[in-house]
């Protein structure tokens, strides 16, 4: 059997690779993607599938379809809470791979009568279940990770974490929408009935994720024809065991997912692959939602950003890294430039060092350390550290010296400029490959670090680290700007760091700041390059020293920066990232 389904793997790989190679562009409705980005085409060539301009809202998110429910909800006059959560529920649906009902992530408001941010957070916890040594049996006799029993845990019940979506969704629509849940969810099922088109994006993960997909039977059902045989690209997968799930959910609530029919099922399934949560863990889950009143605020050359304070590194590190080049002239260089890439890569690589050593649950950090990481004092030392040398083996600073890492994200506005950047994820492509009624499990446990004794280490119900950043920009006499984020690991920070220097600094309209080839530097050393920046750039970073590592043109591990921009007129215009699947959508 296992040489039967590794042979039907294969040949649906290379059957996949030979439609792509004779693909013509689609003409199909507005709201569908033509031209798949990532590593397989010129993307940006083609911005206007991408982008989409109106005045009485816009929403931006990882599929066309999803983005088309957050507009439809906003012509129904809903604000933006409530088409962030029409939204986040359908791109659950379109976009299995890296959101949805299983997982959690962060949202980030704005609320423009009063003036305010407001964040609430649905990371990852640990079931209370779980013990200080969890990860031991990944570690060999010599104390290194197999990489094997790696794989094998992170695709089990084992690995799946607390799940806190639909809640977060439940608390935001309660304190700050006009819907409920029940008026939202026909106009998700509406579009969920069209089904997922196997994009090339779509299919790539699909195929990566094969092994651990055939394993649960939930997912057979769903995932592959006639439980076993992989769909190929342009073909229809319908979810409908999930589509009954959300009408369940309209007709009985968050109860049904969390206490319920379907919470006994998810524990059943969990419990039954080795994983230790329990009925107790969901039922928590379903009333302890965080609602942050104090989102970290940063500002940047009189521009003021909100965004996710911890157990999101994302708002800290995004600003110590604006922070840190508050002190360069960089509206005098030339946009990616070998000059601005050198001491953006070695502010990057600074701040994620800090990342790695500081950073976990705030319930284990101290908040004078994460003020001290904050503020402007810590980051011109930070500056003074950066040289002509670009730095291969960057450490963590001082910060107590000032006291006194598969995800998808979510832009609204609406017509009263009320925000949403909502950010969310399940961990890997398809989590831990568990489906249960539709719902995919993330494998959030792998957030932590499989040792013990660090800030990020896991303990009963501690919260994971994240670099979910979703982001909030205020011009400097308060008006919104921009609202946006990214997915892709620990380099969203970076994504979003070059979305706001390319806005602000260089002032690129938003299809080219979200288009622009991106740069990371990181906490190894390493300056990691899309590839289609200037060779000459290129080859003057590695004369410089920088250990270079080119990726693929459009490459969806860097980011992909699903921003809206508030226009001088008043107009907003949205973008969806190249390298991945988004697309924005606009009510005029």
């Known amino acids: 059997m296992k040489k039967l389904l590794s042979v039907l793997l294969a040949l649906s790989m290379l059957l996949g690779c030979v439609a792509f190679a004779s693909e013509d562009d689609w003409d199909t409705e507005a709201f569908l993607v033509t031209v798949m980005g990532q590593d397989y085409g010129p993307a940006a060539e083609t911005p206007e599938l991408r982008d989409a301009a109106g005045t009485n809202g816009a929403v931006v998110s990882g599929k066309g379809e999803a983005s088309e429910v957050g507009i439809a909800v906003l012509e129904a006059g809903g604000n933006a809470v409530d088409a962030a959560v029409a939204t986040g529920l359908a791109i659950g649906y379109f976009e299995p791979n890296a959101s949805g009902l299983g997982g959690g992530g962060f949202m980030n408001i704005w609320l423009s009568d009063e003036q305010r941010a407001v964040a609430i957070s649905s990371q990852f916890p640990a079931p209370m ?16 990770v197999d990489k094997e029993k790696r794989s094998e845990f992170q695709a ?53 994720s094969y092994s651990k997909l055939i394993k649960s039977e939930g997912s057979q059902e769903v995932w ?26 309209a007709e009985e609530g968050i109860e049904y997912f969390y206490t319920g029919e379907l919470g006994q099922k998810i524990i059943d399934a969990i419990q039954a692959d080795g994983g230790v949560m329990t009925m107790e863990d969901m039922e928590q889950a379903m009333t302890d939602v965080l609602v942050i009143e104090d989102p970290v605020e940063v500002t940047y050359r009189g521009y003021r950003l909100y965004s996710m304070p911890l157990p999101s590194s994302g708002g800290v590190i995004l600003g110590e890294i604006l922070n840190i080049m508050e002190n360069v002239d960089v509206a005098s260089m030339e946009h990616n430039s070998a000059e601005y890439i050198h001491v953006l890569s070695e502010a990057m690589k600074l701040a994620y060092a800090d990342r790695a050593e500081y950073l976990g649950d705030p319930a284990y950090v101290d ?25 291969l083996d960057p450490v963590a600073g001082n910060p107590y010296a000032n006291e006194g890492p598969n995800t998808t994200h979510i832009s609204v506005i609406d017509k009263d400029g009320n925000m949403v950047a909502m950010t969310q994820s399940i961990n890997s492509h398809f989590g831990c490959g568990i489906t249960v009624d539709g719902v995919v499990l993330s494998n959030g446990l792998m957030s932590f670090d499989l040792e013990p004794g660090h800030p990020n280490s896991i303990a009963p119900g501690k919260l994971s680290l994240s670099s979910m950043t979703p982001t909030i920009l205020l011009r400097p006499d308060g008006t919104p700007m921009l609202v946006s984020g990214s997915p892709g690991g620990t380099y969203i920070i970076a994504c979003m760091a070059q979305t706001i220097i390319n806005l602000v600094d260089f002032n690129l309209p938003i299809t080219e700041a979200v288009y622009s080839p991106r740069v990371a530097g990181t906490d190894g050393g390493k300056t990691r390059i899309e590839g289609r920046l200037d060779q000459e750039v290129i080859d003057e970073l590695t004369e410089m020293g920088h250990d270079i590592e080119i990726t693929s043109d459009y490459d969806p591990n860097m980011g992909s920066s699903n921003s809206i921009v508030v226009l001088d007129d008043g107009t907003y215009h949205g973008c969806g990232d190249p390298r991945r699947d988004s697309q924005c959508a606009a009510l005029s």
């Open 224 to 249: 592959f024809k006639d439980g076993i045989i992989p769909y190929e690209l342009d073909e229809v997968i319908y979810n409908e065991p999930l589509i009954e799930t959300f009408e369940k959910i």
């Open 129 to 144: 279940n779980v013990t200080e040594d969890y990860f031991a049996e990944l570690f060999d006799e010599d104390g290194n």
């Open 156 to 208: 089990s019940g084992k690995s799946v974490s607390i799940m806190k979506a639909l809640a977060t969704y439940q608390v935001a629509l309660d304190n700050y929408g006009t819907m409920t849940l029940a008026e939202i969810m026909p106009y998700v099922i509406e579009a969920c009935q069209q089904g997922i088109r196997v994009t090339q994006n779509f299919k790539s993960l699909y195929d990566s």
């Open 367 to 391: 908040d004078e350390l994460v003020e001290a990481l904050s503020s402007k004092d810590y980051a011109l030392e930070q500056y003074n550290k950066i040289s002509e040398t670009p730095n």
